[in-house]
């Protein structure tokens, strides 16, 4: 249902996706709100320390900078604080 609410967020955004984009992003979400739920973590609202561990689970996994950067844009997309915290800063 998360999912589903953060699509129709995004289809209404100012910011024009195709369904591939959208099909990426959903994914990402996805694989966040399944450790979410084995963590019983709220995926929008909790804690920033569950979307930083998170992507260290996956950097242990073997996942590249590339691969992270794309994960933390989703993920930060959808959750409340890390709008704020995970930003890019640019450097």
């Known amino acids: 249902m998360l999912v589903k609410d953060f699509q129709d967020k995004l289809q ?5 996706l195709g369904t591939q984009d959208l099909t990426i992003i959903d994914s990402f979400c996805r694989k966040y709100i ?5 963590w019983q973590a709220d995926p929008i609202s909790g804690p920033i320390e569950d979307i930083v561990n998170f992507l260290a689970q ?34």
């Open 12 to 16: 209404t955004s100012s910011c024009p």
């Open 34 to 38: 399944s450790c979410c739920n084995e």
């Open 58 to 91: 996956l950097y242990m996994e073997g996942y590249q900078n590339k691969s992270l950067n794309a994960y933390r844009s989703a993920v930060s997309s959808m959750h409340r604080r890390a709008i704020y915290w995970l930003a890019p800063t640019g450097v």
